[in-house]
């Protein structure tokens, strides 16, 4: 039997790897840049953290979910997205408490899952970058989230950036529009997709997300959100535009934008970039706002939220094909080469003591000849070779060799890290 990964997830190999480690390390030190600190929570939750949060109407839960009963009989879920863990641990935790500076910030990387058609940087197990920022509901810190979104994606080397934001309101905004939503639309109610109709009267700004053709017209034609604010909405989308002018960070208002989750309230946003890669004009690569609701909604008191995710396996895609040069650290430092059958002690105490001093280091372990150790030395562009022999070993010297001018010197093998570290200090 040949056995194969499971359709939708991806083996990430040596040559590869060292990209995501690049990705993970640049966004830990712009999260550390903004006192964001890192966050861990389980890959499976109770099913209901996530249908709670995420809305019975979203994709997410009634398409998306692995979910499934444990030999307990306990519905559990692989976790498709990471805020709502976040908030669990949140409110778990009681992070809302007096003890803990407000507001609480915290990041997450890691892997989710969603059962979809696996397309081009968006696979059924992928990986996401978030931040979650709890306990202020100042449009400075929505900006702020949104601010660090574009540093980050700017390290990364993604410059033909565009924002869009929306608001949706407080509670009283998105129940006077739901109506008018419903008003608007129940005429139409036979010509909507299947979806749609299911979701009119349970939420209709789900609507609004759709992408059925069938849908897009009514779409077009919707009242807006922005005629629906109450005064406090109005002053909140405000000061956030206001904040956004003061950055110098431009911006465009799409009304129908209402994000995948239903936990979303205030400021929602994405930052989407150029992209030939993805085989479209502007593709999403970030984003997120603010939910007021969602700690309640959990078992916390009322505290409010705000946040961004981030697709890894979609960024790398598009630093790939904008050609972003990504730092390689793949030169060894000194490759130990064995020339007898006696000195296979020597090398391993001698690639172990280099090691132990700080310094990578490789020797032989298929009995080759020297000729063939050489070779390897260059295949893994080792800046030093380290020769040893049976005069060698009598003397309690080693053969150096610096790779680059082919100038050698003997050293003594009790010297072998402080020399070590003073030529690669020169280096």
């Not at 030169?331 to 090691?355: H, P």
Request: charged share 25%; aromatic share 10%.
């Amino acid at each position: 039997m040949k056995y194969q990964r499971p359709k939708g997830t991806a083996d990430i190999l040596p040559g590869d790897s060292e990209k995501w480690q690049y990705v993970e390390q640049t966004a830990r030190q712009v999260f550390k840049t903004y006192q964001f600190k890192e966050i861990r929570t389980p890959m499976f939750e109770n099913f209901e953290v996530f249908s709670r949060s995420a809305g019975d109407t979203s994709d997410i839960v009634t398409k998306e979910m692995y979910d499934f009963h444990d030999k307990g009989d306990r519905h559990v879920t692989l976790r498709p997205e990471g805020t709502a863990g976040v908030v669990r641990a949140f409110v778990e935790n009681k992070l809302y408490g007096p003890q803990v500076l407000k507001p609480y910030k915290v990041y997450y990387m890691g892997p989710m899952f969603r059962y979809e058609r696996p397309q081009s940087g968006r696979l059924r197990e992928f990986h996401q970058l978030g931040v979650e920022a709890f306990g202020s509901e100042s449009a400075a810190l929505d900006v702020e989230v949104i601010a660090m979104g574009f540093h980050l994606l700017k390290q990364f080397g993604l410059n033909d950036l565009k924002l869009v934001i929306n608001t949706l309101g407080d509670q009283a905004t998105r129940d006077a529009y739901r109506q008018a939503l419903i008003d608007y639309l129940e005429p139409h109610f036979d010509e909507l997709s299947d979806d749609s109709k299911a979701r009119l009267h349970k939420n209709p700004l789900r609507v609004l997300d759709s992408k059925a053709p069938e849908d897009q017209a009514f779409v077009a034609d919707a009242p807006s959100i922005l005629d629906y604010l109450t005064p406090e909405a109005q002053t909140h989308f405000d000061q956030a535009k206001a904040y956004l002018d003061a950055l110098d960070i431009p911006y465009e208002i799409d009304a129908t934008m209402v994000r995948g989750l239903d936990y979303y309230n205030h400021t929602i946003f994405e930052i989407m970039t150029h992209s030939k890669a993805l085989g479209r004009g502007y593709t999403t690569i970030c984003a997120g706002g603010r939910y007021n609701g969602l700690v309640k909604e959990l078992g916390g008191p009322e505290v409010s939220g705000v946040g961004f995710g981030l697709g890894v396996e979609r960024l790398l895609v598009l630093m790939d094909a904008e050609k972003v040069a990504m730092p390689t650290d793949d030169q060894l430092d000194v490759y130990v080469v064995g020339i007898g059958d006696n000195a296979s002690v020597t090398t391993l105490k001698l690639v172990q003591a280099v090691r132990n001093a700080g310094y990578t280091a490789e020797r032989d372990y298929l009995d080759r000849k020297p000729k063939a150790q050489f070779k390897s030395a260059d295949r893994l562009n080792a800046r030093y070779t380290m020769t040893v022999g049976d005069t060698e070993i009598a003397d309690q010297v080693v053969n150096l060799k610096d790779m680059a001018t082919g100038k050698e010197q003997q050293v003594a093998m009790a010297d072998v890290a402080a020399t070590l570290k003073a030529l690669l200090a020169s280096h």
